[in-house]
């Protein structure tokens, strides 16, 4: 976040409430704030994943100003990074929903995620929804920043982390060599 210009911070940024219906998590444009739904998250990879999803959403708010409000085709891209990056869709969560691979699985849990995530904080049609997935699903699909890649277990996320740490590096000698 702080290399995309932003900053966060734990206590001011971060807010555990009780929400209605099945809702785990949201992101709150309008403060910078994600809301964790505390009565929703019943185990620690639940709220691993909720804190991604959202952090992803927030990452997204930051670096690609994203009119969350006005651009339905913005919030598609954010919701479709959101469930391929934050492990919505691993296999062992889908195995827990019951639903078995098939081929191109991933990618269908992650437009159907995304589009339940679209109606759900928006009032439009289902095929007004499709559209702007169908839109942009493929370069929001493969856009994997922060990550450098998808995190599909604990090793994945080690070696993104590590890819992050060169980067970081790399941007700080950059940043060092440019402002001499």
């Known amino acids: 976040m702080k290399l995309s210009g932003c900053t966060v911070s734990r206590d001011r940024h971060f807010s555990c409430e009780d929400c209605d219906g099945s809702v785990s998590g ?8 994600i809301v964790l739904c505390q009565n929703n998250i019943h185990n620690q990879s639940h709220m691993n994943r909720v804190v991604t999803h959202e952090l992803i959403h927030a990452f997204d708010h930051c670096r690609a100003h994203v009119d969350w409000f006005n651009n339905v085709r913005h919030l598609a891209c954010s919701e479709i ?10 296999l062992s969560n889908e195995v827990s929903r019951f639903n078995f691979g098939l081929k191109q699985h991933h990618q269908a849990c992650v437009r159907d995620r995304s589009l339940r995530s679209i109606l759900a904080v928006r009032q ?3 095929e007004a929804a499709e ?3 169908d839109d942009v699903f493929e370069s929001c699909f493969n856009d994997y920043e922060p990550f450098g ?6 090793r994945d996320a080690d070696m993104a982390y590590r890819d992050f740490k060169k980067r970081e590096r790399y941007y700080a000698s950059y940043s060092k060599m440019t402002h001499k």
């Open 26 to 33: 949201g992101f709150d444009a309008d403060t910078s704030e």
């Open 81 to 90: 990074r959101a469930a391929n990056l934050s492990g919505d869709c691993s």
């Open 149 to 154: 890649r998808i995190p599909h277990c604990k």
């Open 124 to 126: 439009i049609s289902r």
């Open 131 to 133: 559209k702007a997935v």
